[in-house]
């Protein structure tokens, strides 16, 4: 069982820049895949990145390569979201979720646990 709790949600002006943090309880964090998805309202929740256990390998959505950065910090259960260059179309909930599985999958429906999520505004 792992309990995710997000942070570092917020208001932002377009082109700036914001960090996430997902905070995981239990002393097996590093063994999860961790993922970053986002649900704008009316739309689906979609896959935005996602970090193997080691931290060594990183997959983004083609929407955020190049703005968007996941890293982790196993000692600290902790994986982070650095958000630069944001869009007003990043506006979402973004939630954290851990998959048991060491392969990296960009459904929703592959990850075992969640996140409460935390709200990212960007305004143009």
């Known amino acids: 069982q792992v309990q995710l709790v997000e942070s570092g949600g917020g208001l932002v002006q377009a082109g700036g820049s914001l960090s996430l943090s997902c905070a995981a309880s239990?002393?097996?964090?590093?063994?999860?895949?961790m993922g970053w998805f986002r649900q704008a309202p009316g739309k689906e929740r979609e896959f935005v990145g996602a970090?193997?256990?080691?931290?060594?390998?990183?997959h983004y959505a083609d929407s955020v390569k190049g703005r968007f950065t996941i890293s982790r910090d196993n000692a600290k259960n902790t994986v982070y979201l650095q958000m630069n260059s944001l869009k007003p179309e990043d506006t979402a909930v973004y939630y954290c979720?851990?998959?048991?599985?060491?392969?990296?999958?960009?459904?929703?429906?592959?990850?075992?646990?969640w996140g409460q999520g935390t709200q990212v505004t960007v305004s143009s």
């Open positions: 979720a851990a998959r048991r599985s060491l392969l990296v999958v960009v459904t929703p429906g592959g990850y075992d646990y």
């Open positions: 239990g002393r097996t964090f590093s063994t999860y895949t």
């Open positions: 970090i193997r256990r080691s931290g060594g390998s990183t």
